[in-house]
Each structure stands twice: as C-alpha cells, then as structure tokens.
C-alpha cells in the first residue's frame, strides 16, 4: 500500500468514526429539568410529540426552583422548563448564569390561598401572610395584594418588588416569606398565602375552587424554555420548541387544567 493510498484509508476511516460518533451523539436523550407537578405533565406530552420528529428526551423532576438552574449551568441538563422570564433574568444577574430564553411555554396565573378566611376583606389586623422568598415570585404576590387594595407599593418598585417597599398597609399584615415549594404546607400556620400554580395543584388545591384571589390574565409571567447560550441555535432546541408549541401540546393543557394553567404560545 503506498503512501497516497495509506492516507486515503487513514481519512476514510476517521470520516467514518466522526459520523458514527455524531449518530451517537444525536441518540442520547437531551436532559431536561422540570419541577414536579403540571411542567413535568407538559413535557411528557411534548416528550411523545418530539419523538416523532427525531428528539429523545428524558425529564429530570426538582422539588424546588433554584436546583435546575444550578444543575443546567453544570451541564448535567440540556434544558429546563419550570421558570418565567422575570426569575431567569434576576438568576442570570445573581448568579452570573449564561442562560437563554429558547421559546414560551406556559402561564399559570398566580394564586391566594387560606383555610381561614373565605375572602382577603376577612383578613383581621395582623394577619400572617405568606409569599414566595425569591425576588420575582414574591414582588407578583405583593402586586396581587396591591391590586386588590391590601396594601400600597412605593412609586416604581415594579416586578421586583419586596415586602420593603410596602409604604401602606392598613391591617398591619405580617408578610412571611418562605420557599415557593413549602407555602402550601405553611398553609395551617398563616392566614393566607400567595402560591404558585404548579405548587397549588401538586397539593391538591383547585385554583378556580380554592383560590380566593388571581392575578389577572395579563402577566408578564410567561413561562419559559431556558438554554445555555452556546447551544441557543443548535437543531435540538428548534426542534424541542416546535414539540411544545404543536396543537396537541396546546389541547392537553387546556383540556387538562381547565384554566389553571394557560398555553403562552
């Protein structure tokens, strides 16, 4: 075997292995992290409409909202699926993650819950009042609060509001902050509690039945599809959003949660 031909075998068999590694590659499931509850039975109804365009996926559950990100940004997720934009972006600017919106999900109107009064007016003077810990959850509970005249923000506080720029409230509410995923079990402890949809449902509460306040139907709180930067345009990605944006994704939302959870593509 001569020289020229010894190189053309050399190149043909490291095409070959390139390629054979590259079908490897594009048969490994793409990880993607959701909480538990109504994200995670999306993403198994988009999981089947995926596979019938190529894509593998496997879902990994968390029982909080800080987990996925952390797990995301080490590379043990492709993606995740359980956040709005206004918590991505404060995480991209606490945590310094390199992280990209890839496509809308859906959007579950937030709630106010109690299993001592029947409305927010039979709150008494001192009332104990729970709202999620994290910056963009807990300001949209207090915009509830302020919409329905409980209390009264400071000029400009916005989307990230805290209970610190509360500059008006007139039954002198004790405003609790705990993580998003204990707020239903603190339920027993406190006189009310703003909680997240996807919490509410896991504990088996109704939003349409249970809930004794909503936020309103237009919320900047969209939920998202979140990436690392490097691997936005990668075919994967395009394909994963087609899924979730199909018909079928949107009828299961809507026949499944009946209102509870709102299809934001």
Same mark, same amino acid.
């Given at each position: 075997m001569n020289k020229r031909t010894l190189l053309k075998t050399t190149l043909a068999l490291a095409i070959a292995a390139t390629a054979s590694s590259?079908?490897?590659?594009?048969?490994?499931?793409?990880?993607?992290?959701?909480?538990?509850?109504p994200h995670a039975q999306i993403l198994e109804q988009v999981k089947k409409v995926a596979e019938r365009d190529g894509l593998k996926i496997q879902i990994v559950e968390f029982s909080d909202y800080v987990q996925p990100n952390a797990a995301l940004a080490a590379g043990d997720l492709d993606a995740?699926?359980?956040?709005?934009?206004?918590?991505?972006?404060?995480?991209?600017q606490d945590r310094g993650y390199k992280f990209v919106s890839a496509g809308y999900t859906v959007n579950f109107p937030i709630g106010?819950?109690?299993?001592?009064?029947?409305?927010?007016?039979?709150?008494?003077?001192?009332a104990r009042f729970g709202i999620p810990n994290d910056p963009t959850n807990g300001g949209r509970v207090l915009l509830v609060l302020q919409d329905q005249g409980l209390i009264k923000l400071k000029p400009g506080a916005g989307l990230k509001a805290t209970p610190l720029? @509360?500059? $008006?409230?007139? +039954?002198?509410?004790?405003? #609790?902050?705990?993580d998003a995923a204990q707020l239903p079990r603190s339920l027993d402890d406190l006189d009310a509690a703003g909680i997240n949809t996807n919490y509410a449902l896991s504990a088996g509460l109704t939003p349409g039945k249970d809930a004794i306040a909503k936020e309103g139907a237009k919320s900047p709180y969209v939920?998202?599809?979140? @990436?690392? $930067?490097?691997? +936005?345009?990668?075919?994967? #990605?395009?394909?994963?959003?087609?899924?979730?944006?199909?018909?079928e994704v949107r009828k299961f939302v809507q026949d499944e949660f009946k209102g509870a959870v709102i299809p934001g593509f």
């Open positions: 590259g079908l490897l590659a594009q048969d490994k499931p793409i990880k993607i992290g959701a909480t538990g509850g995740n699926s359980y956040q709005h934009k206004p918590y991505l972006d404060q995480q991209v106010i819950y109690s299993k001592k009064v029947k409305s927010l007016k039979d709150l008494k003077e001192g720029d @509360v500059v $008006e409230n007139p +039954k002198k509410l004790k405003i #609790v902050e705990l939920n998202i599809i979140a @990436v690392r $930067e490097q691997d +936005k345009d990668k075919p994967w #990605v395009a394909k994963l959003v087609k899924a979730y944006h199909s018909e």
